[in-house]
């Protein structure tokens, strides 16, 4: 793009050309990258004079020091690269300007050619001949020469960087493509043997090529803010030198640290911004083309580093420099719109870094900018036409783009014709004039280039935005100037819209639109919307001036059917309100009957439309302002009436007043219920109809009455229980605990007689009697003083088909907790049953339900209560008997069993389970008892058996024996079956396995029980026979011989049962015994089992 030279008033020698830059172009890496140098050189050409221009306006300034040494305060040139590079020949020393011009090939100038060189000169040239002159002569020139090949090494380098400088200075700003300027790069390094394979290549191009690169991008740093050149020239360098990422990374680190240099010898402020921005635009280009993306990172991630700048703000300079330089691209397009153009431009956004959306919508500004130089006479030119179609190909605008941008230019031309055509249409106009604005708006259209349907739309916008005005007017004026007013405002609202409408019909038909919509609305808020709604509407029903319908109002303001409604009902609704009170005012102050006016006000209704839940809500609030004036006081007969009347006129009914009547005559009902009640407490039947009347009076219904006399029942047994609670206490509090309670309520025990002290007893005691005085008699009356207030009154519901649960709806259970309730009842309930009065009893007796009732208790919490109370009572005749007789007789039972069940009116399961526990705890203490004793009979355990039997108990479940006492019992009952010879070796094993069963051992249990107990028996029965044959007792010996038999043969028919063991007997003493056994005449008729003894035994009987 363009040079800044122009600005400056000079050319610097060499100055960029076209064709230089496409050279450049065509020496990059991919095609895309050719083009885009190309394109950018065709860009330069074309608009070289306009960025000019454009930067003297700006007037833009460099900085620092130039290559050539300019102060800072002269203007920025743009870099010449034959001048730097010439600039940098001329420091270059006269060795290495030989070296160049020097037609010697350079392999020839070394070390290895100069030593040998220079000792056969040192040598000839010696005057005299010995060999050891010759020889000390060519050793100094060995050494000279390695001195010699040294400088040359160094003079080679200093040659290959002033070849590499002149070919740059000659071919760098030149149309010389980079390929042939690398190749020519490539030649010179060769003959100063420092190319890149070989092993000095890394060290020149670490040195001598990376102070090249470094001194141009410094120079290019010093030049304008935003030249297009430095990017692609930059590039060319780098490509042409060869340079690979890292040596590009030394470079620009030392560029940034000359530029942090710069920062503290005084360049600040905004010349410091633009060398940064500058600079790292050019690094991150730089970076871009690397293969490895971490390494551009690294590199990149380095340099912000040391300049202090965040990644954030990276991107954001970065981005803005791109922008710049793109704008300048795009200063040239309006001059020359071409192919080439086009090209020069995508290209130039790509080169520049610059994202896709970012280029299209710079491309569209530019658009933009072009439409609106070109609309500057307020018309499209066909000229103008074809420079907008090459503008669209070259900025490379798609067809929706570029017809967005185009009518955002030409929408105002085309919006100033619609203000003026909306100022007629604002007013009343004929079907032709109609006609001649469409023609007129359609030809306008035409004139600014606009296709049919843009315009159409524009055209409709700009009456949207008309009615927008009359719309915020008409608001105003509802607000400030009045309704008249506001009226008058949506008159010309809905006229304009009406011609808008016929407008655009025309417009759409003309262009051949069928599907665009011919009436215009309005996205009105809906609150103010509905509003003006309402205003209109009520002129409307109101029958005033207005000739337009309010629906068309509703669809401009595109009202929905629910705001449409609302706004009906904030109209409406007042006006029937007011329709209603006048009616019944009317009516009342002698006016025509209110079944009369009622035909007139609903033909006036049919007008509003208005829903039923709206009329209703009218018609409830206009009741209740009729209420008001009534409240609170007992109705008249007349005033009954009108109220009825009112009721009626208005459509409710009964049910729809309800809570108002509730709300004004129910402190009125409730009063009168407790005056009926009067002190006594029970309502009289005078009373109770006359409550009747007034309810229907007052208008309450039967159910909303009842809860009123609940209420006050209510409160009445709240005040009775006060009495039924100080009762209670003196019946089962102990005087000193009742003088406690009674003190911290404020009151003195005294001698109350009536505090009989009972205590925790309940009032009953541990051998209660059935005749003698009542304990807590004082809350039996209290008590039947509740029950009797409650039934003389009514409370009870008698209905059959009420459950006994239900039918008492006001209790008492709230006030007290229902431990002390279930206390209550249970003295109330054993006193009922147990007094000696019969007067009492029966009175008590009839009460009994009903108390608990009045409590909250259900019948079946009542029951639960009695039988604690029987079983209490049971539990200690129980006690009693059992401490006097050892156990319950059948007397005893048959009274427990028979008697107390009618008596109490108890279940008899109940004190059966009694009795069954009694006995329960009386077998246990029998099975502790029997197995403390020193010697357990088998008899003892059968006859214990006989007893559980006989209460249908279980011994393992009922007695809640221990495993230990279990395996006891069970070893006392399988000793005697397993000793007795009557019985066989199968009726044994059925007699151990029922036992077992019957005590509820496991099998492993009962057989490992069992091991150990023949086993441990049969070691005893061997002992004592020894012994007892020791002493002479023979016939002792014999029997426990016998025994010991026994179990052998037990064991003998088991399994799991063998007793072969240690038997704590000497053998010899086993075998004199086994022959007296066995010789002894002592039996039953049986001989002895020789063999099998012999056997468990270990010894012979022979």
């Not at 159409?456 to 009456?463: K, L, S, V």
């Not at 329709?579 to 006000?601: T, Y």
């Not at 004036?629 to 006129?649: H, I, M, T, Y």
Request: some cysteine; hydrophobic content about 40%.
């Amino acid at each position: 793009v363009g040079k800044g030279n122009a600005a400056a008033g000079a050319v610097a020698p060499g100055n960029l050309r076209a064709d230089g830059l496409a050279a450049w172009g065509r020496d990059r890496a991919s095609p895309s990258q050719q083009w885009t140098a190309q394109g950018l050189a065709q860009v330069v050409v074309a608009g070289g004079a306009a960025v000019a221009t454009a930067l003297r306006r700006r007037g833009r300034h460099g900085f620092g020091r130039g290559v050539d040494g300019a102060d800072a305060d002269t203007q920025a040139r743009s870099v010449d690269p034959a001048a730097l590079f010439e600039s940098l020949l001329e420091r270059s020393g006269a060795m290495a300007r030989a070296l160049d011009a020097c037609p010697i090939p350079m392999a020839l100038l070394n070390t290895y050619t100069a030593v040998p060189l220079l000792a056969m000169v040192a040598g000839a040239l010696v005057p005299n001949s010995t060999r050891v002159a010759r020889g000390l002569a060519a050793a100094l020139g060995c050494l000279l020469g390695i001195t010699v090949g040294a400088y040359l090494d160094r003079a080679k380098k200093d040659g290959a960087r002033y070849a590499v400088l002149r070919l740059l200075a000659k071919h760098m700003g030149a149309s010389t493509a980079v390929d042939e300027l690398r190749s020519l790069i490539r030649g010179a390094r060769r003959r100063f043997s420092v190319t890149a394979a070989g092993p000095k290549g890394d060290a020149f191009e670490d040195n001598a090529l990376c102070e090249i690169y470094a001194q141009f991008l410094n120079a290019v740093l010093e030049g304008p803010e935003h030249d297009s050149y430095d990017l692609p020239a930059m590039q060319r360098l780098k490509a042409a030198l060869e340079l690979d990422g890292i040596v590009v990374g030394a470079a620009h680190k030392r560029a940034a640290q000359l530029l942090i240099s710069r920062g503290y010898s005084g360049l600040t402020g905004e010349a410091m911004t633009q060398a940064v921005d500058k600079f790292l635009f050019l690094s991150e280009r730089a970076f871009a083309d690397e293969p490895s993306t971490e390494a551009g990172l690294y590199e990149m991630g380095r340099l912000k580093g040391m300049l202090n700048v965040s990644d954030k703000d990276a991107r954001q300079r970065i981005s803005a420099v791109s922008q710049a330089l793109y704008r300048q691209s795009l200063s040239t397009v309006a001059g020359k719109v071409d192919s080439q153009t086009g090209e020069a431009l995508a290209g130039a956004s790509a080169a520049f870094g610059l994202a896709g959306e970012q280029a299209a919508q710079m491309n569209a500004e530019s658009y933009r900018q072009i439409a609106t130089d070109l609309l500057k006479g307020g018309r499209l030119s066909a000229e103008g036409r074809a420079t907008l179609t090459k503008a669209q190909a070259v900025l490379q605008l798609g067809d929706p783009a570029a017809a967005s941008a185009f009518a955002a230019v030409a929408a105002p031309y085309l919006r100033q014709e619609v203000e003026k055509a909306s100022e007629q249409l604002a007013k009343a106009t004929d079907a032709v004039a109609l006609v001649k604005t469409a023609s007129a708006l359609a030809e306008r259209r035409m004139e600014l280039g606009l296709p049919a349907h843009a315009g159409t739309d524009i055209i409709a916008e700009g009456f949207v935005a008309q009615l927008r005005e009359l719309y915020n007017k008409a608001c105003k004026d509802a607000r400030i100037n009045g309704e008249p007013q506001a009226l008058a405002t949506l008159d010309m609202l809905l006229t304009f819209s009406a011609n808008v409408d016929t407008v655009m019909g025309e417009l759409r038909k003309a262009s051949g639109d069928t599907e665009g919509a011919t009436q215009l609305t309005l996205a009105a808020d809906s609150l103010p919307a509905r509003r003006l709604y309402g205003l209109y509407l009520s002129r409307s029903i109101k029958g005033a001036d207005g000739k337009l319908d309010p629906k068309d109002l509703a669809r401009v303001f595109e009202l929905s059917e629910s705001d449409e409604e609302l706004a009906r009902i904030e109209a409406c609704q007042p006006r029937l309100r007011e329709l209603f009170a006048d009616s019944i005012a009317k009516a009342e102050g002698g006016g025509p009957p209110l079944s009369l006016l009622k035909l007139a006000v609903q033909a006036e209704m049919a007008k509003f439309a208005l829903p039923r839940e709206t009329v209703h809500e009218a018609a409830m609030e206009v009741y209740r302002a009729r209420l008001e004036p009534v409240s609170a006081r007992v109705l008249k007969a007349g005033q009954k009436e009108d109220l009825d009347a009112a009721l009626n006129f208005l459509g409710l009914a009964a049910k729809d007043v309800r809570m108002l009547h509730l709300k004004a005559f129910g402190k009125v009902y409730e009063e009168s219920v407790r005056e009926a009640m009067g002190r006594s407490g029970i309502m009289n039947p005078d009373g109770r109809e006359a409550l009747v009347q007034l309810r229907e009076r007052l208008g309450i219904s039967e159910e909303d009455s009842q809860k009123f006399f609940y209420g006050v029942v209510d409160e009445r047994l709240k005040d009775m229980m006060e009495d039924v609670r100080e009762s209670y206490e003196e019946a089962t509090y102990t005087k000193d605990a009742l003088k406690e309670v009674w003190k911290k309520r404020g009151k003195d025990v005294g001698d109350d007689p009536m505090a009989d002290g009972t205590g925790g007893s309940m009032g009953i005691l541990e051998t209660p009697q059935l005749e003698g005085s009542v304990r807590g008699f004082k809350l039996m009356t209290s008590l039947c003083t509740v029950a009797d207030f409650y039934l003389k009154n009514k409370v009870l519901k008698e209905d059959k088909s009420v459950k006994p649960d239900d039918a008492y709806p006001v209790t008492v259970g709230k006030y007290i907790d229902e431990k002390t309730k279930e206390e209550m009842y249970g003295i109330f309930a054993w006193n009922a049953v147990t007094s000696q009065d019969a007067a009492y009893r029966d009175q008590w007796k009839a009460a009994q339900p009903h108390v608990g009732g009045i409590m909250g208790m259900s019948e079946d919490t009542m029951q639960k209560v009695m039988v604690r109370m029987v079983s209490r009572w049971a539990n200690g005749f129980i006690k009693q008997k059992i401490q006097e007789k050892g156990k319950l007789g059948e007397e005893e039972i048959s009274t427990l069993t028979n008697w107390v069940p009618t008596f109490f009116g108890i279940g008899a399961d109940v004190t059966k389970d009694m009795v069954q526990s009694a006995n329960k705890g009386v077998l246990q203490s029998k099975v502790l008892r029997l197995l403390n004793q020193p010697k357990v009979l088998p008899t003892d355990v059968q006859n214990l058996r006989e007893e559980v039997d006989q209460w249908k108990l279980d011994i393992q479940k009922d007695l809640e024996l221990t495993r230990p006492q279990l395996r006891s019992l069970f070893r006392v009952e399988v000793t005697a079956t397993l000793e007795d010879s009557q019985l066989s070796h199968s009726d044994k094993q059925d007699a151990v396995a029922n036992s077992k069963a019957s005590f509820g051992l496991a099998a492993e249990e009962a057989a490992s029980e069992l091991r150990e107990l023949v086993q441990a028996r049969a070691r005893g029965y061997l002992v004592n026979a020894v012994g007892d044959l020791m002493q002479g007792n023979e016939e002792q010996a014999m029997h426990e011989m016998r025994r010991l038999e026994l179990l052998a043969e037990f064991a003998e028919g088991s399994d799991e049962m063998k007793l072969k063991q240690e038997w704590d007997v000497a053998p010899a003493l086993r075998a004199n015994l086994l022959k007296v056994y066995v010789a002894s005449p002592i039996g039953e008729g049986k001989a002895a089992n020789v063999e099998l003894l012999e056997s468990i035994l270990g010894v012979s009987a022979k």
